[in-house]
């Protein structure tokens, strides 16, 4: 079973539409994080969660929100789709600082590829 | 303001040859770096990382060397393998533990 799961993996909706998103992992991680990617921009931070009580915004936040349900559920909201929010959205954990090490590695769900039309 | 930088789209090197794909940063604040490899349809896997007090890791055909003086790090995959043909991202580090991400390169490994 795949450790980061995002449903659906596609979707198409129409402009002004609320949708959701969503992020499970089994990983244990604390921290998880919501990505888009678009052709020429490559991975850009949308929201980030240190833990259940920690909710970040990252770069490109605007029309989006989430909610942080558990430490295992990570969702992305998106209140009123537009086109421009067309492209492929990545959910991702890392377990953060272990011992004292710095652990940065980020561990990638599947995507969601989302149409806004 | 792209803080990290992969200037070449795309790469095609032909099997069992080097394949040396660059980035540059222009934060020198980063202090840990990783490269990820994309398959079509699936998510960016993690392939090799390295700190800010090194130049050099190896792991097996994978060596990622950096160059803190010139902001510039570079992967190289040697051999080269048909599998190997994917987009690798580079990421750096910044505060708090957030990962930049480059624009990424698309390596083709031809026979």
């Known amino acids: 079973d795949a450790d980061v799961t995002q449903t659906p993996r596609n979707r198409i909706t129409k402009t002004g539409k609320r949708i959701m998103l969503e992020c499970s992992q089994t990983?244990?991680?604390?921290?998880m994080y919501w990505y888009r990617q678009d052709p020429g921009l490559g991975l850009r931070l949308i929201y980030y969660s240190f833990d259940v009580k920690d909710i970040n915004k990252g770069e490109i936040s605007d029309g989006y929100s989430v909610s942080r349900q558990a430490q295992a559920k990570f969702s992305l909201s998106l209140e009123s789709a537009i086109p421009n929010q067309t492209a492929l959205y990545f959910c991702?954990?890392?377990?953060?600082?272990?011992?004292?090490?710095?652990?940065?590695?980020?561990?990638f769900g599947p995507g969601t590829r989302l149409t806004v039309t | 303001d792209q803080q990290v930088k992969q200037n070449s789209p795309s790469l095609s090197v032909q099997e069992g040859r080097i394949s040396i794909l660059n980035c540059d940063y222009t934060n020198s604040m980063f202090d840990y770096f990783l490269w990820y490899k994309k398959y079509p349809a699936e998510g960016p896997t993690f392939l090799i990382s390295i700190s800010s007090i090194k130049d050099k890791n190896e792991d097996g055909r994978f060596t990622v060397f950096l160059n803190k003086s010139a902001k510039h790090l570079s992967l190289h995959i040697v051999p080269s393998q048909p599998g190997d043909s994917a987009v690798y991202f580079c990421a750096a580090s910044g505060y708090p533990d957030k990962l930049i991400f480059g624009t990424g390169t698309r390596l083709q490994v031809f026979p």
């Open positions: 991702a954990t890392s377990p953060g600082p272990r011992d004292g090490r710095k652990l940065y590695e980020q561990y």
């Open positions: 990983k244990g991680h604390d921290r």
